[in-house]
């Protein structure tokens, strides 16, 4: 071979090599390029006063210092037996376990091998032949003992950011599952209120049974008198049973919602230890709604839905990452023989050695730009996810504020409506005695007051709940434990600088 043809081959060769690496390299632009998040947020909450707009917020408020000492107690049972709460708790446990499964694909893999085996070549072939001629087995047994090593060369960070990807995850579901605590501990409280609102009305309704009868028995008496008819007797009689019927209905749903809190509680049906008597008197806790910005640090369900976005980004870049060249390099060390007798011989035995594999995919790398594609798709799902919790969120506190505000009004006029329904029941039964008022008026009179006094219960039950709403709303009630929070980080950049 000429020199100039020497001199070409060794110019070709690498140029060849180089020439198909390139376009094997080249990343395909993702069908729909993912943006940043908007994580705007209006300055103050709609329909509130901007000049009245307070820093204070009450979701920096523990739950166990916003409720009072018996919601406390069921609170606490449920945290301990809630199965939904347990099983988040596993879930937290499993994306754990997948932190450190990424963590070791980082690190080489050592192990260590035994291995046994018989071989029998062809005897017309070269190793067949020269295995004759120096008089090898026919049947070759080999063995092998050794340790074995195998590592792949993180180059561009493909294996470290499925590691952050898999801790952003792991962060979000300890996120996820204090926003079920959340949840959690507003259903307990709002069964609660409810509990104590049915009981109210029952009360109301088992007094109203009561003056009923006294009223009954006065229009009997009438009748024999001959002031009223038979009629009055029975339409006052119809109304005493429909009441009656009323109370069991009650104490119907007073079982339900016991039966509710106590599978909250997970546990069996048992009674609710509660402290009933003045609910009217209750006075529902002022909330602090902060600043709009803040929801984006005390929501649970706003950080696991940031911390979800910063891993489907890192996906990305994991997905990107297969495009390139992975370094394999394998090593082993160990002894290997053909008989048992001589596996233990060294140095004669010993075998070691080290390999490097550079592979770069070239052809059909259809399944590579289908996940790729997919990952871009994904990311911009989560940034759509974020986005709509952040409105989400907002809208949420939003409703709250104007249901509080709305309630308070309502339940004042509520009020003062069942006030002048009191009076008027004096002023119907005096004037019925006095024969200027019918029976019907006097009927009428006493179930308007009765529904305006089931109605201010369920006003003030909507009131106390929209409290504990606007409270869940905020993000308050899921802290669980102090050292925990500081222990994590804050905030994504946090763990992709780590």
Request: glycine letters at 6%; aromatic letters at 8%; a negative charge.
């Amino acid at each position: 071979m000429s020199e100039l043809a020497r001199q070409i081959r060794r110019v070709t060769l690498p140029t060849l090599l180089l020439a198909l690496l390139l376009p094997a390299c080249a990343v395909p632009p993702q069908p729909v390029e993912a943006r940043a998040p908007d994580r705007r947020v209006p300055e103050v909450y709609a329909g509130s006063n901007a000049a009245s707009t307070t820093t204070e917020n009450s979701a920096d408020i523990d739950w166990t210092e916003f409720f009072d000492a018996p919601l406390r107690a069921l609170i606490e049972t449920a945290l301990q037996n809630n199965q939904e709460l347990n099983m988040l708790a596993l879930e937290v446990g499993i994306s754990e376990n997948e932190v450190r499964a990424r963590r070791g694909e980082v690190l080489p893999q050592l192990g260590v091998g035994v291995g046994a085996g018989i071989e029998k070549v062809g005897e017309h072939t070269s190793q067949g032949a020269a295995d004759e001629a120096n008089d090898v087995p026919e049947h070759l047994k080999d063995y092998m003992a050794g340790f074995l090593a195998t590592w792949e060369v993180d180059i561009w960070n493909k294996l470290r950011n499925a590691t952050k990807a898999a801790t952003f995850r792991y962060l979000a579901s300890i996120e996820g599952r204090r926003f079920a605590t959340t949840r959690l501990v507003a259903e307990i409280a709002h069964a609660y209120y409810e509990l104590l609102a049915l009981d109210g009305q029952l009360e109301v309704l088992v007094e109203n049974i009561r003056i009923q009868n006294d009223a009954l028995e006065v229009v009997r008496l009438q009748k024999q008198a001959a002031r009223v008819t038979e009629l009055a007797v029975q339409r006052f009689e119809a109304e005493v049973l429909k009441n009656q019927s009323k109370r069991f209905s009650i104490q119907q749903q007073i079982l339900e919602t016991e039966n509710r809190i106590n599978l909250l509680l997970g546990r069996f049906p048992q009674h609710i230890e509660r402290a009933s008597d003045g609910f009217l008197q209750i006075r529902p806790r002022e909330v602090r709604n902060g600043l709009p910005t803040e929801l984006l640090e005390n929501r649970p369900d706003v950080r696991e839905a940031e911390f979800e976005l910063a891993a489907a980004e890192l996906d990305v870049d994991v997905a990107r990452a297969h495009f390139y060249p992975s370094l394999e390099i394998g090593a082993g060390v160990g002894y290997q023989a053909y008989t048992l007798g001589h596996l233990k011989e060294s140095p004669e035995s010993l075998f070691y050695g080290v390999s490097a594999e550079l592979f770069t995919p070239l052809l059909n790398r259809n399944s590579i730009e289908a996940h790729y594609f997919s990952a871009g798709a994904m990311q911009m799902q989560a940034v759509y996810a974020y986005e709509r919790t952040i409105l989400g969120a907002y809208n949420e506190v939003a409703t709250q504020l104007a249901m509080i505000e709305n309630l308070d009004q309502s339940f004042a006029l509520r009020e003062r409506q069942v006030e002048r329904l009191n009076d008027s029941i004096e002023t119907s039964a005096g004037l019925f005695t006095s024969a200027r008022a019918d029976y019907m008026e006097v009927l009428l009179t006493r179930r308007e007051a009765l529904d305006a006094q089931m109605e201010l219960i369920e006003t003030k039950q909507e009131r106390l709940s929209a409290t504990v709403s606007l409270y869940r709303a905020l993000g308050g009630g899921w802290s669980e434990n102090t050292a925990e929070q500081e222990a994590q980080p804050e905030h994504p950049s946090e763990v992709a600088q780590s």
